[in-house]
């Protein structure tokens, strides 16, 4: 009977080391995030991080694959309950470029700026970058009820991804909303037109794919 | 006599400087990017780099101001020769997207993300960053021969921008070159019919503006 809550317990110590490593590398950046600093910001003692995470490339990764994660998770359970068409398109778009922007965003580009000068850690991400990449597009793909298959569908989602990212960039030194709101409102327009012209081509040649 | 080879001298030891600590920034890191490292590599000694240069923030920001300069300058020179359309707006996007790449965005974002974390850097940044997206802007239009005065190319120069910032983003820590030449293509494309578009609004109500 002791097990749960034991388990519980050390799920809990967990979560708040993953949070705290993603607030202070939003706030202090690379260089300042040590393992001191989080334990002691998480209220967790260091023989206990050290327990869950053996060294800083440990913890820093495993805070940005569970934000990741959770990120998609949230993502899944709020997609819009409006059929595919304008203003679904604008309301997906809109609610991913958001997405690249705020503490999440700026702890990965502390992470990522970092591993442009140091080799060993770049290797180190790689993977998660490329597991990133891959479930943001499949994930915009299914809220805009897009079909991938079509190549100027999967490139315009792709580029869709590209320019939160370059959004969310913006936004790092300067509140920059107000401009990302129209720049949202034009691009999803011209992204809607993309996705009606396929789902056209697909009705007048169901047999195509 | 004298003067011009010595102030020639000097300008020379300047440009060094400034071109080591974009490829020290790119490199190295932020971190590693000091006032030493940077006189060393430029074969200059620290007495001359400080009389240039008093602080490493003025080092910096300097060497930044002076990249983009360079930068502007050379795309103006290498404006393709060819009408406003199709073939010249997928040229201009793809040059455009291509000086989002390399050692001047990564000693960029390396400069962006530190100020991202430290609002004394930050506020000196704030008006190099305002005047790099103006010039950005009007560069990119005078290029694509648009109408900025038109609200959705408007925009969408600016999602171009963007869109090339973003794209440099996914370029740091692996050669994204061929998927990036896919997006380009097809974004361009769709800039195109926005551009297409406003100037058969224009022609067809030539004193709208």
């Known amino acids: 009977m002791t097990r749960e809550p034991k ?9 708040r080391l993953l949070e ?21 910001r998480a209220g967790v003692s260091r023989g206990a991080t050290q327990h869950h995470f053996p060294t800083r490339e440990d913890l820093i990764t495993a805070a940005l694959d569970f934000m990741f994660d959770s990120r998609m998770e949230r993502a899944r359970k709020e997609t819009p309950d409006v059929p595919p068409g304008s203003a679904r398109t604008e309301a997906v778009v809109s609610r991913l470029v958001e997405q690249y922007t705020g503490n999440l965003f700026n702890a990965a580009l502390q992470v990522w700026t970092a591993a442009a000068a140091d080799p ?3 290797e180190r991400l790689l993977p998660l970058e490329e597991r990133f990449g891959r479930v943001a597009h499949k994930e915009a793909v299914e809220q805009l009820g897009a079909d ?11 580029a869709t991804l590209d320019l ?6 913006a936004d790092v030194l300067t509140d920059d909303s107000a401009r990302r709101r129209e720049i949202v409102r ?3 327009a011209q992204l809607d037109t993309v996705l009606e012209d396929a789902r056209s081509r697909r009705a007048a040649d169901p047999l195509a794919r």
Chains 1, 2 share one sequence.
């Open 148 to 158: 991938d298959s079509d190549p100027v569908v999967h490139r315009m989602v792709q």
């Open 164 to 169: 939160a990212r370059g959004l969310g960039l």
């Open 120 to 122: 060993a850690l770049r």
């Open 186 to 188: 034009h691009w999803a």
């Open 7 to 15: 388990q519980d317990r050390s799920r809990a110590t967990r979560l």
């Open 20 to 40: 705290s490593t993603i607030d202070c590398l939003a706030e202090l950046g690379w260089a300042a995030t040590t393992v001191g600093v989080v334990a002691e």
